[in-house]
């Protein structure tokens, strides 16, 4: 696959919010729904990639973290998240590892489980 | 004596005048010396060579590795202090959301950079340090208190979190003490 499209987080705010849109501005979970939902389904009907450029904000709260890459992982599948996804910072690589360590496991089980994506 | 004056000029010019010292003794002395005697001369002019030489070197050498240390002992130790302001702002709760996203960012360049040079320069390999920041991170970051009041002004925590956190902050501590002995000691 070849990279079509490169989502930069910085070109919608230089300060990523927190976890839910009910908490705060440009939350992981708004990212999620406003724009990499359909970036992903865009991607995966002409079989491309998609690159979320984590870099040149002031930095994330993990919580956003977890939302915006757990969600992918919980509506899409792993399997789709590890072909169609690719995570770049120069910056803070540490995210891509908690994504890659934690996030993508947890949200996982969540979905096997049949647990909600959010509390009740 | 403090050798840390001694460089390059000096030793040539010590050199230079022993080897002046030992002509004027061989043009003043040399038909009467025996040949012990030439031997004893040339014995004493090679081990003061000797010595100064291994002075100025190893001296110069032990200066640098100590101002390298100190260097990045200081470093650290101004890492450690902001750690703990922080924490103590953080308890108060004085910071703004904003503010403790950056500060963990650049708190990880800061970290990273004493890592590398650890590393580099020492041969030291440490990361608690990193660890424990980003624990911190994401203990705080994940955490209710700090999403829930992601919209006012100042981040408010609850106690639990707090005693959590103040927790943590010995280990904290003792993993900076931890690092400042290793690198005196390396």
């Not at chain 1, 979320?52 to 930095?59: E, K, P, Q, S, V």
């Not at chain 2, 010396?33 to 050498?61: G, P």
């Not at chain 2, 470093?75 to 924490?87: A, M, N």
Request: with cysteine.
């Amino acid at each position: 696959m070849i990279d079509l499209i490169i989502f930069k987080i910085k070109d919608h705010t230089e300060y990523p919010g927190p976890r839910y849109t009910k908490q705060g501005v440009f939350s992981g979970e708004w990212f999620y729904k406003k724009h990499i939902k359909d970036l992903i389904d865009k991607c995966l009907s002409i079989g491309k990639t998609l690159t979320i450029d984590l870099d040149g904000t002031a930095g994330y709260a993990a919580s956003f973290i977890d939302e915006l890459f757990g969600n992918i992982v919980y509506d899409f599948g792993l399997d789709v998240f590890k072909k169609t996804i690719i995570i770049t910072s120069n910056e803070e690589p540490e995210w891509i590892d908690l994504v890659n360590d934690e996030v993508v496991k947890d949200w996982q089980i969540k979905k096997e489980k049949g647990a909600p994506k959010k509390p009740e | 004596m403090d050798l840390k004056f001694i460089n390059k000029n000096s030793i040539l010019g010590l050199i230079f005048g022993l080897v002046i010292a030992a002509f004027i003794v061989v043009i003043k002395f040399g038909f009467d010396l025996d040949k012990s005697d030439f031997i004893a001369l040339i014995s004493i002019l090679v081990n003061i060579i000797l010595v100064s030489l291994i002075a100025a070197v190893f001296q110069k050498r032990f200066t640098d590795s100590r101002q390298a240390k100190n260097h990045i002992v200081k470093e650290i130790e101004e890492v450690h202090r902001d750690y703990k302001l922080f924490t103590n702002r953080l308890i108060r709760d004085e910071l703004e959301h904003k503010y403790i996203l950056r500060w963990f960012k650049l708190m990880g360049f800061r970290i990273k950079h004493i890592d590398y040079n650890l590393k580099t320069h020492f041969g030291v390999e440490y990361e608690s340090i990193s660890k424990l920041h980003k624990d911190y991170r994401i203990l705080l970051t994940n955490s209710q208190s700090f999403n829930d009041t992601f919209s006012q002004n100042k981040l408010k925590i609850d106690i639990g979190l707090q005693n959590t956190i103040l927790e943590d902050s010995k280990n904290f501590s003792h993993a900076f003490l931890d690092l400042i002995f290793k690198v005196h000691y390396c």
